[in-house]
């Protein structure tokens, strides 16, 4: 079965730039979805398709996808972006969806 | 407002069943295809099933493939999840959610999620 890799953590201070990145095998062949959870919230699509980003989502979010890694990018982070993020991928081969295990991000 | 609420969870004990609705409203349900995804109390997120618009197509994780239905009644905008032999690992919160895409699930996202409703299994 399909298998999608993430970092457990990544920290970051305030005002810089976090990176968050998925593996899989060629990824990039697939349409990559990111998800925003915070404690006790049900999570919010923050980047589809790779790139796009939702209306109501902060151009401080970005995506990115090509050979085996995609990669949520967030610019200038701040306190309010301390979440776990998530990826997510339709996996053709199998007729499922995968979610990578997911990566807590801390802002300094 | 596009909203999801989900309710039917509950304690239940092993080998026992439960059914999971989950309401819709603010858009054409009929059209997008849905989804139910849970989530172990401290773990990840875990997608669980997934049905077609018309209802005419379903999908199962592995996990569940067997012991869990997923159905929709587009006449009363619900989706449902109908457990039956559950396990203690079955434990978790249950969140329904719509997806990207009209018709077939394949390739889509997941934009609209319900509050998620708990469900825990154990004697």
């Known amino acids: 079965s399909y298998v999608l890799t993430q970092p457990p953590s990544v920290s970051v201070a305030p005002g810089k730039t976090a990176r968050i990145t998925c593996g899989g095998n060629n990824i990039g062949s697939k349409s990559v979805h990111w998800y925003q959870q915070k404690p006790g919230q049900a999570p919010v699509l923050v980047i589809y398709?790779?790139?796009d980003r939702p209306s109501g989502i902060p151009e401080r979010f970005s995506g990115s996808n090509s050979g085996n890694t995609a990669t949520l990018t967030i610019s200038r982070v701040e306190a309010g972006d301390e979440a776990d993020y998530y990826c997510?991928?339709?996996?053709?081969?199998?007729?499922?969806?995968?979610f990578g295990g997911g990566t807590k991000l801390t802002v300094l | 407002e596009v909203q999801l609420v989900e309710s039917g969870g509950g304690l239940v004990q092993p080998g026992g069943s439960l059914r999971l609705s989950c309401a819709a409203s603010?858009?054409?349900?009929?059209?997008?295809?849905m989804s139910w995804v849970r989530q172990a109390p401290g773990k990840g997120l875990e997608w669980v099933s997934a049905?077609?618009?018309?209802?005419?197509?379903?999908y199962y994780a592995d996990s569940v493939k067997g012991r869990f239905t997923i159905s929709r009644d587009n006449s009363k905008n619900t989706l449902y999840l109908q457990m039956n032999s559950l396990r203690a690992e079955d434990t978790a919160v249950y969140y329904c959610?719509?997806?990207?895409?009209?018709?077939?699930?394949?390739?889509?996202?997941?934009?609209?999620w319900g509050q998620g409703t708990m469900v825990t299994v154990s004697s």
């Open positions: 398709y790779d790139s």
């Open positions: 997510q991928v339709w996996d053709s081969s199998s007729d499922l969806v995968v």
């Open positions: 959610a719509k997806t990207t895409r009209r018709g077939e699930p394949h390739s889509a996202a997941f934009d609209i």
């Open positions: 049905i077609s618009g018309s209802g005419g197509s379903t």
């Open positions: 603010g858009f054409t349900f009929s059209s997008y295809a």
